[in-house]
């Protein structure tokens, strides 16, 4: 089996859950996109982890900052599948949402903020599917025209207009 994600770029999934997936994932900062409908970490994760393509294979672990969520298990129950446990951690890029595969490399979504408008989320999901090896989490978001980007610095979270 290969490891890489080759699905086709996905829009309102399963239940929807909104993502957008690249092509392909050789040689990429960012493998996706997630648009979640609310900050609620243990209801968006749990609708995400079910709804994201068998191809991606198993996923036994997923890793956001703990700057931006509510309601933060430390395990999703999805409506099919198994539990999958989350890690929190207060120095990663509160724009990336990490995918920890057994059998794969870890795969990063940038994480769209569920208030950003509907034409922004859509060109952000867009360049993410698109986007080279090294494109800035933040710098994608607010090309997008995505308002109050949250950015990492120097392994410190800082905020923007909060």
Known sequence: ???????????EATDG???????ESRDRSLHGAWWPHSRDAGDELSALVPALPESLGTISRVA???????????RTTPKRGRPVRVGWFSVVDPNVL???????PRLRFLIVPPEASE?????ALDAAAKQGPTEDPADLLETASVQNVQRVQAGMYHGTDQ
């Open 98 to 104: 990490t995918i920890v595969r057994p059998d794969g």
């Open 1 to 11: 089996m290969d490891n890489a994600p080759t699905t086709s770029r996905t829009r």
């Open 119 to 123: 034409q922004s989320a859509s060109h």
């Open 17 to 23: 859950v909104r993502f957008e997936l690249a092509n």
């Open 64 to 74: 956001l900052s703990t700057t931006s969520w509510t309601n933060r298990s430390l």
